[in-house]
């Protein structure tokens, strides 16, 4: 939930004015994202999000996230397009923070993905894969293995505070992670952050992808493993290889891997599971920090703990469901 | 901003059933009402909001507070209309707690109310008043002078925490208002919480009026005073007195004011800002107890003190701008 900003009448009015969208007529803060401030803008002409973008989200990277939005909606991908200004922007400034307008999607996003849910995401990510291959901007993973291992050695000293039986198997992990790191593998555009609240589905079938504030250039089948991790774990911690194998399925009916990819996948799953435990508990750790009262609730780090446990008893792809042979 | 409560697809789905209202292609939290979860729901047949009443709602009174919306809509008061479940009823349980679905009003709420505002706002309130007056539901005010009083006396002995200026004359405060108090006011439904951001304007006019959980029979005068608290003070705690005038004007172009309610007015108004303040100073000394990160971020008690203040050196009602010759 994420309403950071609160908007006078004057700054709505005159960021709209920039704008031939027709007249406001229904302004309400959504809880959706988690690093920005979101906004249902309905106007006399149509719906929109407006979203005005917090300190959390890079600055410098904005017009990346958002021509990437623009190309990528261009292109036949279903997610929000951005809404350009009278004067050609597409980024403006809304009480002196960057704030950018876009479509409006209909659809839901499910809490409890069904395996026919983990197969269409999984065709959707491909989709968005082959869609952004011709898309110019170019941005790094800054959550990539270097970035995540600098914000968990940041966290290890304190690491304990949250769990004092992780400290040791982490700084392990880490080691793991660094020697067998692939770098030959086919890149792209990847979402990095495709969670099932970032995907709306009507009647079964996805209808929009949201939330681009994470999106990079890096290996296609990172963000397999981020979705692998993301929509295939009961909320016993436990892996259901059923929609594992329903994703990979419907992802490769879009675009085929190759076989790299297929064997880093292990490999992938844990490092993008550490990637979300290091900024889960950096955060979780920083909260402590804060007074009394302050407004934070930070993710639990736990989830993505009890992952790893599992992927690092996992052998090969097989264990998430994917045909090796 | 409020969502308290996180809806899964099985939940959602089972509450829908009960309804003839097509299905669901939209569902966003959003950051409306302090006291309940709200969202946005789009269906194949039309725009609603879906509220999830929380603790803080006295679920006794959830038949009053809806029966009525259902009243006042039914009389021409631009206010969410209950819909109604196929078996008749319109109040169902969704995630075990008490729901409703109301119809979507067009519209957006002022930061900064204009004298123009205030003017609408009074007319607004006074056709509620009229419009609730043949309403068989009976609510007594639980805020009124006992009930603020009871919550004041609580927080008393830790307010220095807050304030410790502002200990002793909220004594003195409470003892004038328990001698002043007007027992023979006109009475009837009053919102008593109509505060800018529960009312909506298109174009200038009222569109809508929302959140009705405070909703009560009690002095008509009294729901005034509350506005004009509400709308009439600006940032700085100064009271301008045209907005005052034209919140009044507004009211009596539709209701006119009776002399004892003009000559109640500085009572009511002190009262009604003691209202606030306790609530608030009771909110905010709870928060002090609560453990880091939690989520809490009370309300100001601040701004009511300020207005206390003024309050104590008005003479009569012609400091709030109304005539009282």
């Known amino acids: 939930?994420?309403?950071?900003?609160?908007?006078?009448?004057?700054?709505?009015?005159?960021?709209?004015?920039?704008?031939?969208?027709?007249?406001?007529?229904?302004?309400?803060?959504?809880?959706?994202?988690?690093?920005?401030?979101?906004?249902?803008?309905?106007?006399?002409?149509?719906?929109?999000?407006?979203?005005?973008?917090?300190?959390?989200?890079?600055?410098?990277?904005?017009?990346?996230f958002v021509g990437l939005m623009d190309h990528l909606a261009a292109h036949g991908v279903a997610c929000p397009a951005p809404i350009r200004r009278k004067d050609g922007a597409i980024i403006g400034r809304l009480g002196g923070k960057p704030a950018a307008i876009v479509s409006y999607l209909d659809g839901l996003s499910v809490r409890r993905p069904s395996v026919a849910h983990c197969r269409e995401a999984g065709a959707a990510m491909a989709r968005l894969h082959l869609a952004g291959r011709d898309f110019a901007g170019f941005r790094a993973n800054a959550l990539d293995v270097a970035g995540w291992s600098a914000l968990l050695e940041?966290?290890?000293?304190?690491?304990?505070?949250?769990?004092?039986?992780?400290?040791?198997?982490?700084?392990?992990e880490l080691q793991h992670i660094r020697t067998q790191w692939p770098?030959?593998?086919?890149?792209?555009?990847?979402?990095?952050?495709?969670?099932?609240?970032?995907?709306?589905?009507?009647?079964?079938?996805?209808?929009?992808?949201?939330?681009f504030y994470f999106a990079c250039n890096d290996?296609?089948?990172?963000?397999?493993?981020?979705?692998?991790?993301?929509?295939?774990?009961?909320?016993?911690?436990?892996?259901?290889?059923?929609?594992?194998?329903?994703?990979?399925?419907?992802?490769?009916?879009?675009?085929?891997?190759?076989?790299?990819?297929?064997?880093?996948?292990?490999?992938?799953?844990?490092?993008?599971?550490m990637r979300f435990l290091s900024t889960r508990l950096y955060d979780w750790l920083a909260a402590l920090d804060l007074p009394a009262g302050t407004l934070v609730r930070p993710h639990d780090p736990r989830p993505y703990w009890e992952r790893i446990k599992f992927h690092q008893k996992a052998l090969s792809a097989a264990d998430y469901g994917v045909e090796t042979a």
């Open 154 to 172: 940041k966290a290890l000293p304190r690491a304990h505070l949250f769990n004092a039986k992780m400290v040791e198997p982490l700084h392990a």
């Open 1 to 64: 939930m994420a309403v950071y900003t609160d908007v006078t009448d004057e700054d709505l009015d005159a960021f709209l004015s920039a704008y031939a969208i027709g007249e406001p007529i229904g302004f309400k803060g959504i809880a959706e994202g988690v690093s920005n401030s979101n906004f249902l803008l309905n106007t006399t002409a149509d719906r929109f999000i407006l979203t005005i973008y917090e300190a959390r989200t890079e600055e410098a990277a904005l017009p990346y």
């Open 219 to 273: 290996a296609f089948a990172y963000d397999l493993a981020i979705g692998l991790n993301a929509w295939c774990f009961e909320p016993d911690f436990s892996y259901n290889v059923t929609k594992g194998r329903a994703m990979v399925a419907g992802y490769q009916s879009i675009r085929r891997l190759e076989r790299t990819e297929i064997a880093a996948l292990p490999v992938l799953a844990r490092s993008s599971a």
């Open 183 to 211: 770098d030959d593998l086919p890149k792209g555009v990847i979402h990095a952050d495709l969670f099932p609240d970032n995907v709306f589905f009507t009647g079964g079938a996805v209808s929009g992808i949201i939330d």
